[in-house]
């Protein structure tokens, strides 16, 4: 009797946490080949750019000191780092932007619409077992990441913390695919617009910050230094920016330098680090994404009154 | 059992996706059971089995895999689902299929598969979008006995079609759509009375002939007559009150008849008749 409502128990825990479309997710995923695929490429990637920059580094060191050393480890575990968050960003809208299109294209979507799950499920459920394929193709990556440990000049807790902002990222990219899969009828559109949001994320971002940077260099030149703002502004554009972003994680004065104005006196000062800014700032655009699908995934039945 | 019959872009399948809660009606009120589809969707969702006129599969799902991820959708416990699965498969003739792969079904069993999947909350009204399009004429003749077997069961069916003598001798009641207006509706039979514009009557004389057609084409009912050696064959605009009037009136003007009957029309005639200058492609 006890273990029978045990079991009911543990039953009903995990069908609220894996409900129907969501195991259903889970199944069909890794039952295509084509997942297999992008583990082994994506994996063979990362291990190519490890061994490509060991590589490098021993042939430049060659007349120098023999041994690989903990300040190129580091530059290492950057490097990696880069190349993960490049990765990711290829990856991340490619996996999400065709979940509901994809649906809709295989006539697959209104039988699903005509259950009783709710709009909030599916979209959840296809955010979440998209996410779940990520984390799982990042955590194949680890043992590339045991080559820095080999070396040192690591800590445990930045890889853990890198490791979370990674997949911070990956359900900022997953929301802007979800919710261009949701409005857009064709998966090949959806996809577009979510590469074209990506590429502004991590090259737009970046080109507007360099470019203002250059212009307000200028401006301030002229400036007594006590009359100028005690950090520029546009050091938040780069918190918009998800490389920078994680920069600023493994290399905290980057913060300072974003925010910093050349030629002033004293400390520049700036109210968060950009990581910390970046998680704000994309929470509530995630949010904001995640219940635009919700709301557009079925038609609007209640007319306005 | 309801058929809704009409022309390709009429509107049947737009009917369908709005009763399915699947599109919002630009005006007028649509309610199942009770429960306004608009106000009540959820509720609606929990009475009706929609089977679009095309739909996909998830191709990499065994076929009691399908059913299983249907029936969890729906909320139905898996200890039920156990028990209720085999029971729909052996309904639609999938029982040996149990194992396969959906993928590797033919167009028909995937027809019926769907259809399997429409069962599985039990629900009380099955809208089905052209059941049998694209099926070969043995896997229609199966599916026909699903409906039938559904019909018998109880369960309300809307169906569509544009196979019409199918549908003929499944449903109780048609509706005929046409731009988005139901033109006609009602039993088969009655319509095929109310609707039929013409209806062609032979005429088989001992002699005079041609006396007959001359005195039928002067009938105001007659829009046509047409002579086949001792036989008159006279297109009639009149109902049956005026089918029996003009019979005694032939033979108040003395011909003799052998026989004075009415070529059967089929509901496919009638369809072509009303629908006329609509597009009809059926």
């Not at chain 1, 996809?191 to 250059?214: D, E, K, R, S, W």
């Not at chain 2, 062609?200 to 046509?224: C, K, Q």
Request: charged residues 20%.
């Amino acid at each position: 009797m006890k273990n029978g409502s045990a079991a009911k128990g543990r039953s009903s825990w995990s069908s609220k946490l894996v409900n129907p479309v969501l195991d259903k997710e889970f199944r069909l995923r890794m039952r295509t080949p084509r997942s297999m695929w992008a583990l082994f490429f994506y994996v063979g990637a990362m291990g190519a750019a490890a061994l490509a920059f060991i590589y490098l580094m021993t042939e430049i060191n060659r007349h120098g000191p023999s041994a690989f050393n903990p300040e190129e480890s580091r530059m290492m575990f950057i490097f990696i780092s880069f190349a993960q968050m490049g990765l990711i960003a290829f990856m991340a809208p490619g996996l999400t932007a065709g979940v509901i299109s994809g649906e809709r294209e295989k006539q697959t979507l209104n039988l699903l619409l005509t259950t009783q799950q709710s709009s909030a499920t599916i979209i959840l459920s296809k955010l979440v077992s998209s996410l779940a394929f990520m984390i799982l193709i990042v955590l194949a990556t680890m043992p590339v990441y045991s080559i820095v440990f080999l070396y040192g000049g690591i800590s445990p807790w930045q890889l853990l913390g890198l490791f979370l902002f990674f997949v911070f990222v990956m359900f900022v990219l997953g929301a802007f695919g979800l919710l261009f899969s949701t409005l857009f009828k064709r998966t090949m559109l959806a996809v577009i617009a979510t590469y074209g949001v990506t590429l502004f994320l991590f090259i737009g971002t970046a080109l507007m910050f360099l470019f203002l940077n250059g212009v307000l260099q200028e401006l301030y030149r002229n400036v007594p230094s006590t009359g100028a703002p005690p950090y520029r502004w546009i050091g938040h554009l780069l918190a918009l920016n998800p490389a920078a972003a994680m920069y600023s994680i493994l290399e905290p004065s980057l913060t300072r330098q974003a925010f910093f104005v050349s030629g002033m006196q004293g400390n520049s000062r700036s109210p968060m680090t950009l990581w910390q800014e970046f998680i704000l700032i994309y929470s509530i655009v995630t949010s904001l994404l995640i219940g635009l699908s919700i709301r557009y995934l079925r038609p609007r039945l209640k007319r306005r009154t | 059992m309801f058929g809704f019959v009409g022309p390709n872009g009429a509107g049947k399948s737009t009917t369908m996706l709005i009763l399915s809660t699947l599109m919002a009606p630009t005006s007028g009120s649509v309610k199942v059971d009770g429960f306004e589809v608009t106000e009540h969707p959820k509720e609606v969702r929990k009475r009706i089995g929609y089977m679009p006129d095309f739909f996909g599969v998830y191709d990499q799902f065994k076929t009691t895999e399908y059913l299983h991820f249907y029936g969890a959708s729906y909320g139905i416990p898996k200890s039920e689902r156990d028990q209720l699965i085999p029971q729909l498969l052996e309904l639609v003739n999938l029982s040996d299929k149990r194992d396969a792969y959906v993928d590797t079904l033919s167009r028909g069993m995937k027809q019926r598969l769907c259809l399997a999947r429409c069962l599985v909350h039990d629900p009380e009204l099955l809208i089905l979008d052209e059941p049998a399009s694209g099926l070969d004429p043995r896997a229609r003749i199966e599916m026909r006995e699903i409906l039938k077997e559904l019909k018998a069961m109880g369960k309300t069916i809307i169906i569509s079609s544009h196979i019409l003598p199918e549908l003929a001798e499944m449903v109780d009641e048609i509706g005929v759509i046409e731009h988005g207006q139901i033109i006609a509706q009602g039993k088969v039979a009655d319509i095929q009375n109310r609707l039929r514009v013409k209806r062609i009557l032979s005429v088989r004389l001992t002699g005079r002939e041609e006396e007959a057609e001359a005195f039928l084409r002067n009938h105001p009912l007659v829009t046509r007559t047409m002579r086949d050696d001792r036989v008159v064959h006279v297109h009639f605009a009149g109902g049956d009150e005026e089918q029996a009037d003009l019979l005694r009136q032939l033979l108040d003007e003395g011909f003799r008849l052998i026989s004075f009957s009415e070529a059967q029309t089929n509901l496919e005639d009638i369809f072509l008749e009303i629908t006329k200058g609509g597009g009809g492609t059926a």
